[in-house]
């Protein structure tokens, strides 16, 4: 974690080194070459989440979806407490840049196991009422509450009208 939160600040200060903000908002490098809109990632704009192609069928799913009335991605895929959310979205962050430097971006996104954790805390948190009118509050410790409630969050796969959306 300490190296990850290490290497994270040194490339945030590699990349801000050369970098300034013209008239509009844009960061500019010396060259004057646009480089990124840093500070909206550290915001809660779905559309933000969605600059990345990958996300396309999910942010489409979530847009005609339900949840969309009720909570954003952050709501879902964050912690709530400021500074565990900050660390999460630092360490997405650092792995969507190495994918995108690399070219190895995949065509689908998995939660990995601490995502998922994050998750099904904010599933419970959200519904708690809901999880206690159940079997007396008592989940089923070895299943998330996505395992089966999958298309409650970003709707029935193949929603997404995008021309690159696959099946």
């Not at 005609?64 to 900050?86: M, R």
């Not at 904010?122 to 708690?128: E, G, Q, T, V, W």
């Amino acid at each position: 974690m300490k190296i990850l939160l290490i290497v994270g600040t040194i490339a945030l200060i590699t990349i801000g080194s050369g970098m300034y903000v013209n008239d509009s908002g844009t960061y500019i490098n010396d060259s004057g070459m646009h480089v990124s809109y840093f500070t909206e990632y550290l915001g809660n704009n779905p559309s933000t989440c969605n600059n990345c192609h990958v996300m396309d069928a999910v942010y489409e799913g979530w847009y005609h979806g339900d949840h969309k009335n009720h909570a954003v991605c952050a709501d879902c895929h964050l912690p709530h407490d400021l500074v565990p959310k900050y660390i999460v979205k630092a360490e997405s962050g650092f792995h969507d840049i190495t994918a995108f430097i690399s070219g190895n971006i995949p065509d689908t996104i998995r939660a990995k196991e601490s995502s998922q954790e994050i998750i099904q805390e904010n599933c419970r948190r959200c519904h708690a009422q809901t999880v206690e009118n159940i079997a007396d509050g008592q989940m089923d410790s070895g299943r998330y509450c996505f395992n089966c409630h999958r298309t409650v969050g970003h709707g029935e796969p193949g929603i997404s009208l995008l021309p690159y959306k696959e099946g």
